[in-house]
């Protein structure tokens, strides 16, 4: 038997899933940053590709990129000796033009790959117009410590009209990591802050550090999101399996977030489309930062009404949920709470209150599928426990016919029907036969 049809429906369900990223990234602008190593090892070849992709997508591309193994290489031309305080270049004359040189010769190659256009390949057709300029006053990064960096620099301003000319007029900015003063001076520049800063005066709603690896817990489990005060709480640990790289841009993507730009991501540039996982499945394949986390648990409001149907529908067609339609759903609508993750509602519960009784029914619980290991159904059942004991109600049932095991897994114990509040109890269905779960508060 053929597998084509079976490829085919998977392809048509991944590509209707990517639709909402689709959407969502349409018009947006994302800086996209990486070093110069990316392109020593040959891997900027197939992310041209990924850019190309989103390019097409609708999305307006910064590249910042970095040259310190192309330096190192020019240096070692001239038989001159590198020099470092706190691991950033100390840029004396001759190391300033290594930087010159390293950088033209890395633009010339960037470029090109970005200028890819054979048949049959990713690139057929693309016509990427880049543009790159003085879009960065620099000035000296300065005496630090008592050393004197000489003609390394810092981002001063950042040209924001003509980076957003270019950007309009459908093309790909290229920053490279030198800057310019007022007075014809050249300066090097850190990647990691000429990302930023170029980020943050864009208004950026994307800011994309490729690195050797992603950020990773003490335990060395991917970290695939993170609130600002996380990621600083996880930089002052002494965490090895943090590269040396990863430290960096993870501390700048901070400084990003708390500076306005709404997400950063730390990507891995070892791993092939590792930038179209990130942005265009859940899982992704990096780390994403924001300032604040993304969840949040609330009362349901009636725009909430089609997302919390999504969730039960399939619930109630397999019989685990009781019917509601939306009718119903609309006039007990504030019985209702959501669990939202980045705006999306990925899980739903309901609480009756009996104050006769001081007991509440706790009801329609539901997660979306893909959340249901990462404890989004304890959540809701731990805030409704806590809602319901602010109300001054004694006692939680849950009425359930597929679902006892994990609830009882939660305190909760078998009770009968007389253990129901009335009307509740008189309202039983009989022929559904649902068991009936008690858990004192």
């Known amino acids: 038997m053929s597998t084509k049809p079976q490829t085919d429906t998977r392809f048509v369900s991944w590509f209707r899933s990517v639709a909402p990223y689709f959407h969502a990234f349409r018009g947006k602008t994302f800086v996209i940053a990486f070093g110069g190593d990316v392109v020593a090892d040959g891997k900027f070849a197939v992310l041209a590709h990924d850019l ?37 270049r100390i840029t004396n004359a001759v190391a300033l033009e290594c930087v010159k040189e390293a950088v033209g010769l890395l633009r010339v190659e960037i470029d090109a790959l970005l200028s890819q256009g054979l048949p049959n390949s990713p690139m057929a057709g693309a016509a990427i117009n880049t543009v790159s300029g003085n879009f960065i006053t620099a000035q000296p990064y300065g005496v630090r410590d008592g050393v004197d960096f000489q003609h390394t620099g810092q981002v001063r301003k950042v040209d924001v009209a003509a980076i ?37 005066a864009l208004g950026a709603d994307k800011l ?45 993507a901070v400084e990003a977030v708390h500076g306005g730009v709404p997400r950063a991501h730390l990507i891995s540039h070892k791993v092939d489309g590792a930038l179209l996982i990130e942005l265009y499945t859940h899982d992704g394949s990096g780390s994403m930062l924001t300032a604040k986390t993304l969840e949040r648990l609330r009362p349901a409001t009636i725009d909430d009404v089609g997302g919390i149907l999504q969730l ?29 993750h980045d705006k999306l509602i990925i899980g739903c519960a309901a ?47 849950v009425l359930t016919t597929q679902t006892a095991h994990w609830f009882i897994e939660r305190g909760f114990v078998l009770g009968d029907v007389s253990s129901l509040p009335e009307p509740k109890r008189s309202l039983y269905n009989w022929q559904r036969r649902s068991k009936v779960l008690v858990k004192s508060l």
């Open 52 to 88: 190309n992709l989103l390019r097409a997508a609708g999305i307006k591309l910064v590249l910042v990129h970095g040259s310190r193994p192309q330096i190192e290489l020019q240096l070692k031309q001239r038989r001159a000796k590198p020099r470092y305080k706190d691991n950033i």
């Open 351 to 397: 609480l009756y209150p009996f104050p006769k009784g001081k007991t509440g029914e706790l009801a329609a619980l539901a997660v979306r599928p893909e959340f249901r290991d990462a404890g989004y159904g304890e959540r809701l059942l731990d805030a409704l426990s806590a809602e319901a004991k602010k109300r001054g109600l004694k006692k939680l049932v």
């Open 208 to 252: 994309v550090f490729l690195t050797d690896e992603p950020v990773r817990d003490a335990k060395g489990k991917l970290v695939t999101e993170l609130a600002a005060d996380e990621a600083e709480a996880l930089l002052a640990q002494n965490n090895t399996f943090l590269t040396d790289d990863t430290r960096l841009f993870l501390a700048h």
């Open 164 to 200: 957003q000319g270019c950007l309009d007029a459908d093309n790909i900015v290229i920053i490279s990591n030198v800057g310019y003063s007022p007075t014809g001076e050249v300066f090097n520049l850190l990647i990691e802050d000429t990302a930023v800063a170029t980020a943050k």
């Open 312 to 340: 039960i529908e399939p619930l109630e067609a397999d019989g685990t949920l009781v019917y509601r339609g939306r009718e119903l759903l609309e006039r007990e609508i504030r019985r209702f709470f959501v669990m939202e």
